[in-house]
T-cell receptor
């Protein structure tokens, strides 16, 4: 069974702190990796793609370790508006071709930023 | 910013009835998807659609489900005979690049089967 595992939290951190989330995935053939955020009862929204070399977007840094099948997200200088559920997502790759793969979502890590 | 539009936002239906959930993907996107999220659970893949046909479907997408792109803009999910366990938020998504790119999700249709 192809799964994505995340610590559900909640993570309660003070505003301005740095927080890190981790995620592991079981499908070694996965090719695409993402972090999404989901606010309560809303749709998932793409936060950032994750590349093998690691990538940064403002206060957010994502890392991928293919050998360990491990993905991380670091949020620096956290803000109240960062409070949300963070979803680790990999492409499902049910078949070897096509490109229209579904995504496999983790259950998410709930982050609460406290003033 | 372009949006994926879903209607209705909330649908209540009786068990055994057919429902059609509607989506308008972003106009220059080529890949279309349906996902569902049962309350308190993770987002689950149902089906992907490319080049006017189903590309992949999960084990959830059984014979009671079907998808259609009846014209150049709409993308629909039909549930033929709803069950109580079909109650969930159904998200439509589209992507320009398929697996290589991120997806844009619509705001969802909350389906309640009573």
């Amino acid at each position: 069974r192809k799964e994505v595992e995340q610590d559900p939290g909640p993570f309660n951190v003070p505003e301005g702190a740095t927080v890190a989330f981790n995620c592991t995935y079981s499908n070694s053939a996965s090719q695409s990796f993402f972090w999404y955020r989901q606010d309560c009862r809303k749709e998932p929204k793409l936060l950032m793609s994750v590349y093998s070399s690691g990538n940064e977007d403002g206060r957010f840094t994502a890392q991928l370790n293919r050998a360990s099948q491990y993905i991380s997200l670091l949020i620096r200088d956290s803000k109240l508006s960062d409070s949300a559920t963070y979803l680790c997502v990999v492409n499902t790759l049910l078949y070897s071709g096509g490109g229209a793969d579904g995504l496999t979502f983790g259950k998410g890590t709930h982050l609460i930023i406290q003033p | 910013e372009p949006e994926v539009t879903q209607t209705p936002s909330h649908q209540v239906t009786q068990m055994g009835q057919e429902v059609i959930l509607r989506c308008v993907p972003i106009s220059n996107h080529l890949y279309f998807y349906w996902y569902r999220q049962i309350l308190g659970q993770k987002v689950e893949f149902l089906v992907s659609f490319y080049n006017n046909e189903i590309s992949e479907k999960s084990e959830i997408f059984d014979d009671q489900f079907s998808v259609e792109r009846p014209d150049g803009s709409n993308f629909t999910l039909k549930i033929r005979s709803t069950k109580l366990e079909d109650s969930a938020m159904y998200f439509c998504a589209s992507s320009r690049e398929g697996r290589a790119g991120g997806y844009t999700f619509g705001s969802g249709t909350r389906l309640t089967v009573v």
